[in-house]
């Protein structure tokens, strides 16, 4: 286990309300799903367990976690309630006795108002980037879902940081909560270079561009603060081709999930995106990541730059910094305890090697077939494992398997050839609809 796993796990199964806190990428997600998945009475359909998140992305990251340990319950009903998505599935999945639902606030709310979702019986309400959750934006809606719930109920309350603001909600809203927070020591940090390049307004695209062009990441972030940014960049990054796509809340919920899913399959070399992404993507081979934009406070920097050095493995961190955002460098530098690395931009870029920006780590292969075709990832790996033609195992990446749609990344060089293994074979009697992305 993880220190927070360690701290946690055992007073969480005991009933405790706990507040919980520990650094980005450091296991906290295990350490709430594993003792809250052990309170689920499987016999009893309706809701047991609800997590709140604040963005769509993390709530099926952690969805996606909590089937990932739940793999062997059998029975267990699960639901993600999110907006971007219909509501009639999501309520059809209440109506059939979920017990475990993880939602964001605005569409949890609006289901608990509609009688969709029923709180009577609740055990356990889990509050996944609670300093985040307890942001002005979505308070209103916090209180009203937590005035909803029973009184007698386990409350937790998770983040990498905490505001100021956690501390009077917990008051209100947990009892006698135990506080766990998790600094872990130096062999434990994140390895994660920073970097920052002084440059004007003006040559900061420019300078970005040098920066891809030069560096050896085959997966890299780029954070911007508005939407408008992010557009610019994309754009300018596929006028010369670059694997890149771009990720904000004005993007259609299925638009997302694919980006988000390419990305983290490796097949897709940049992406571009507001502070959306910042909390809860859960990149393995994340190499770089560039704040285009400095955020608006260190806790936020402290979440961007938390996307890579995951797991013992190195990452690095450039920002571009104005004149005027001196001082937020220093304070960040100030509340992190960390120094980073200033650099000059280069002034000749005619001397950078440039980089090929359309390779991939690996290609995915999308199958017009998911969980309601009772498709599964025995079925398409022992497929490509099959002679003639045989795809070597090193070859096949993840495989996400979502309702109506299948991805299956492969190593670029053998992606032809596992599309025509995988376009040959019948599933459940039917060929199936298959591209390359």
């Known amino acids: 286990m993880t220190p927070i796993q360690e701290a946690c796990i055992e007073p969480l199964l005991a ?20 003792p809250a998945l052990e309170k689920i009475d499987l016999t009893k359909n ?6 709140l998140c604040p963005t769509r992305e993390l709530c099926l990251q952690v969805l996606q976690e909590c089937l990932k340990f739940s793999k062997y319950m059998k029975n267990l009903e699960s639901v993600a309630l999110i907006g971007g998505q219909p509501y009639p599935p999501q309520a059809a999945a209440l109506a059939k006795g979920a017990q475990l639902i993880v939602g964001t606030p605005g569409r949890t709310l609006e289901l608990l108002k509609d009688g969709k979702l029923h709180v009577d019986k609740l055990k356990v309400v889990i509050l996944d980037e609670a300093d985040r959750l307890l942001e002005e934006s979505f308070m209103q809606e916090m209180k009203a879902i937590l005035e909803a719930l029973p009184k007698q109920r386990q409350t937790i309350f998770f983040s990498a940081t905490f505001a100021e603001g956690v501390t009077e909600l917990s008051r209100l809203y947990q009892k006698d909560a135990k506080t766990i927070s998790v600094n872990e020591g130096a062999d434990n940090q994140p390895l994660i270079e920073q970097s920052v390049y002084a440059v004007e307004k003006p040559q900061k695209t420019e300078l970005l561009m040098q920066i891809l062009q030069s560096h050896p990441s085959l997966c890299t972030l780029i954070f911007c603060r508005t939407k408008a940014a992010v557009d610019e960049i ?19 919920q299925t638009e997302r999930d694919r980006t988000v899913t390419l990305f983290r399959h490796g097949s897709l070399r940049i992406l571009v995106a507001t502070d959306v992404a910042a909390r809860g993507l859960d990149i393995d081979s994340l190499q770089l990541v560039i704040n285009y934009d400095l955020p608006s406070s260190p806790e936020i920097y402290l979440h961007r730059i938390g996307r890579t050095g995951r797991a013992g493995r190195k990452g690095e961190a450039i920002s571009l910094m104005t004149a ?33 920006l359309r390779k991939t780590l690996m290609r995915t292969i999308q199958i017009s077939a998911g969980k309601a075709n009772k498709l599964t990832s025995t079925e398409i790996t022992s497929t ?10 090193s070859a096949i990446g993840k495989i996400d398997i ?36």
């Open 234 to 252: 994309g754009i300018s990054l596929k006028q010369i081709k670059a694997s890149c796509q771009i990720l904000h809340s004005d993007l259609k």
């Open 15 to 34: 009933g405790d309300d706990l507040i919980g806190q520990s650094k980005t990428g450091s296991g906290k997600t295990a350490a709430f799903v594993i």
């Open 384 to 393: 490509l494992a099959t002679s003639p033609g045989t795809i070597r195992s």
């Open 402 to 437: 979502l309702d109506k749609i299948t991805y299956v990344s492969i190593a670029p060089e053998m992606a032809e050839d596992a599309l025509k293994k995988l376009r040959a074979k019948k599933f459940k009697g039917l060929l199936l609809k298959m591209i390359l992305i």
């Open 46 to 51: 309706f809701p047991q367990i609800l997590i």
């Open 324 to 356: 005027y955002e001196s001082d937020l460098i220093l304070e960040i530098e100030n509340r992190s305890g960390l120094k980073m690395i200033r650099k000059e931009a280069p002034t000749i870029a005619i001397l950078i090697p440039k980089i090929d």
